[in-house]
């Protein structure tokens, strides 16, 4: 139900992702991710525009200071209209509430009422621990939360998380696989990607696919789009695999001050 593979909007904004996602969906990205704290749906919406004649799959994110009741149902409509779509493929919760002091099964009885309403047709979570994943899948059903979006590359494996997504049937989204640029300077990374004449981050975007996750890299250069998009074509072998699992160095890079308990 959600593409494998898609591009991340984290930090672009204006004319310059208006055409980069334009640039995407012509060389056929099916894909799309944004949120609203990222300030970028309109200019998105601006390309989705421009192509209606392609099914591309949007997922949104709910920011946490609107997590409660009818904030979820306003801010998604405001969401839906930016976009420019009848209907939201996907909402995730962006983050948890934090101390909990929006229950999380509220956030997810509006978002349900969001689907009934044809406002969004998918919901799920992102930067969810196991304890709220469990609670989330206990409230709404594992068929229900179609992934959760966490952070996930070859230095921060976060292997606790999505073993447990797996286990309860939740698809994993990994965001930031290029590791903010550190797997280019990584000699494990960059002798795999000799050996296959590619780049280190077409390699860590392929390891991401390789485990069956879903990859949605940023970039601001049409040429990288490119790159990334070719890198759906690279099969990586179980050395290559082996390799990249030993780089493991649990470095988590993204870490708010509203972070949840991580596991």
């Known amino acids: 139900m959600i593409p494998q593979f898609g591009m991340g909007t984290?930090?672009?904004?204006?004319?310059?992702?208006t055409d980069l996602v334009s640039a995407a969906i012509d060389m056929g990205y099916e894909h799309i991710d944004t949120a609203q704290f990222y300030d970028n749906e309109a200019d998105v919406g601006k390309a989705l525009a421009q192509h209606t004649n392609k099914d591309v799959f949007v997922t949104t994110k709910v920011w946490y200071e609107k997590l409660a009741y009818q904030d979820v149902l306003d801010s998604l409509q405001v969401s839906r209209d930016k976009l420019q779509r009848d209907t939201i493929d996907l909402a995730l919760i962006h983050w948890p509430s934090p101390n909990d002091e929006v229950p999380v099964e509220e956030t997810l009885d509006a978002l349900q009422k969001a689907q009934q309403d044809?406002?969004?047709k998918h919901l799920g979570v992102s930067n969810f621990t196991i304890d709220l994943l469990n609670r989330a899948v206990a409230h709404v059903g594992k068929d229900k939360i179609l992934t959760n979006q966490i952070e996930v590359h070859p230095f921060f494996q976060n292997h606790a998380i999505t073993d447990a997504c797996k286990q309860m049937g939740v698809k994993v989204t990994a965001y930031l696989p290029l590791a903010k640029g550190a797997v280019m300077d990584n000699s494990v990374m960059q002798d795999i990607a000799e050996k296959h004449n590619v780049s280190p981050a077409q390699v860590a975007i392929a390891w991401q696919l390789?485990?069956?996750?879903v990859a949605i890299p940023s970039t601001t250069k049409v040429d990288h789009l490119k790159s990334n998009f070719d890198a759906q074509n690279l099969k990586l072998d179980q050395d290559d695999m082996k390799a990249i699992a030993d780089i493991d160095k649990d470095d988590r890079l993204i870490d708010p001050d509203f972070s949840p308990d991580w596991d």
């Not at 984290?10 to 992702?17: A, D, H, P």
């Not at 390789?210 to 996750?213: H, K, P, Q, R, T």
Request: avoid cysteine; proline fraction near 0%; aromatic fraction near 14%.
């Open 10 to 17: 984290f930090r672009l904004e204006g004319q310059e992702l």
């Open 118 to 120: 044809g406002l969004i």
């Open 210 to 213: 390789a485990n069956d996750y």
